[in-house]
């Protein structure tokens, strides 16, 4: 069952802000190149349930593979947060990096693996 609970984080130089409705008991690793090299443990939400509080006009992007997502990082510090694209059901989905939420020990989650590399 999915428990969503309000989610704060950012970027490690603090410029990118954001705050979220999510579950992160619902996080999951990828091993793709990306995702593997990061060291991303993910959680997903709708979009219409993440906002951005700062730092806009601080962010760029990365796209690869095919180009799907919109992987969302801070210019200053080079952290990225979260990402934006479209889920499989075609809703415009975050994708929030649980390691850039406030107070979260990481310890305590299960992440689901993704074998990424075979998609």
């Keep these: 069952m999915t428990e969503l609970k309000t989610l704060t984080g950012g970027?490690?130089?603090g410029v990118v802000r954001f705050e979220a409705e999510?579950?992160?008991?619902?996080a999951m690793e990828c091993n793709c190149s990306h995702c593997q090299r990061k060291g991303f443990?993910?959680?997903?939400?709708?979009?219409e349930k993440f906002h951005l509080l700062s730092g806009a006009d601080k962010l760029t992007e990365y796209r690869f593979n095919k180009r799907a997502?919109?992987?969302r990082f801070c210019s200053v510090c080079g952290v990225q947060p979260f990402g934006m694209g479209t889920g499989p059901d075609g809703t415009e989905t975050?994708?929030?990096?649980l390691?850039?939420?406030?107070?979260i020990d990481i310890a305590?989650?299960?992440p689901q693996k993704?074998?990424?590399?075979?998609y």
């Design 11 to 13: 970027c490690h130089c």
């Design 22 to 26: 999510a579950d992160p008991n619902q």
């Design 114 to 118: 993704v074998d990424g590399k075979s």
């Design 41 to 47: 443990i993910l959680t997903f939400t709708p979009a």
């Design 94 to 97: 975050a994708a929030i990096n």
């Design 108 to 110: 305590t989650l299960s």
């Design 99 to 103: 390691r850039c939420i406030d107070d």
């Design 69 to 71: 997502i919109a992987h």
